[in-house]
């Protein structure tokens, strides 16, 4: 089996590549990622020398068409699972175009590419399947009370979230219209090792090791449910390995937490572990909140637990602490990725 796997050079992308690797030693992946702002190969050096024989990576853009083509043709492409995607709301609401460009045509590209390969005289090809990661933002926001769930109708609120409901509802046109073999899956905010930090936990893990204010939308009480990204990964490959095409699956990690309390418990944890007393609650300044932002994020996970035995492994606590520890022991990868010229330029526009 042929992978193409894209956006591996990111966060949730390279965890996925370590993950499925570790577990599927004899399956190959083919990786694809444009290597912009957010792709990092240095994401992806810990990988062994026997998965290393089952990793190609190819840098390519999944809007251009004949990189694409090409790539499938040479490496007769079985599935793709594309987690390649623009993610960050507040560089969306200022320049929504990559967004547009990347999120939808991209997956376009992908879906064309894929049904041209894969099916012919009315069959697809055995065994083929295009798996579309999502979020949870496409459903817009909640109230107090209520969850998402997979029949919650789309309503996104930033030209992000947009972009994504619109690339999954292009994926669910290709099965309604042609029967491809997709499906889509919507997670919760991930957090974990690798993740570029204009992100919440990463951004504000660098802010506060270098005694810098962490801005703080508005009153920080906007609600999020938290997700180990290790637990999306095996998500993920639990809805891959299914065979029921066309589902939805909503991921999330009933780990309902206001933002500002994330940031407290980050605080905590840091300067407990670095003994530095100028690691406090004193960094935190608030200021003018976002543009349309969403307060609450919650996902009803029941469809994927019922249906496939998934549920989350990672205690919410644990994981954040492992996530601190990883950016403790890998500051110089925090270092090179804060000092990078896209960081360097957009610094000050960067809020939690």
Known sequence: MNILVTGVAGFIGSNFVYY???KYPDRTIIGVDNLAYAGNLNNLSNLSNEQKKHFLFIKADITKKEQIRTIFKKHEID???NIAAETHVDRSIRDPQVFLKTNILGTHVLLETAKKSWYSSGIWQNGSKFLQISTDEVYGSLGMTGLFSETTALDPHSPYSASKASADLIVKAYHDTYGMPINITRCSNNFGPYQF????IPLLINNALNHKKIPVYGDGRQIRDWLYVEDHCRAIDLVFEMV?????FNIGGNNEIENIEIIKKVLKLLNYATHDSKINENLIAHVKDRPGHDHRYAIDATKITSTL????????EKGLEKTVIWYLENRSW????????????????YKI
């Not at 035995?309 to 919410?316: A, D, I, L, S, T």
């Open 79 to 81: 599935c793709v699972i």
């Open 244 to 248: 029921f095409s066309g589902e939805i």
């Open 309 to 316: 035995g998934w549920k989350h492994q990672v205690p919410f």
């Open 334 to 349: 925090l270092e090179s990725v804060i000092s990078s010229e896209y960081m360097h330029f957009n610094e000050c526009n």
């Open 20 to 22: 499925y690797l570790s």
């Open 197 to 200: 930090p204009e992100k919440l």
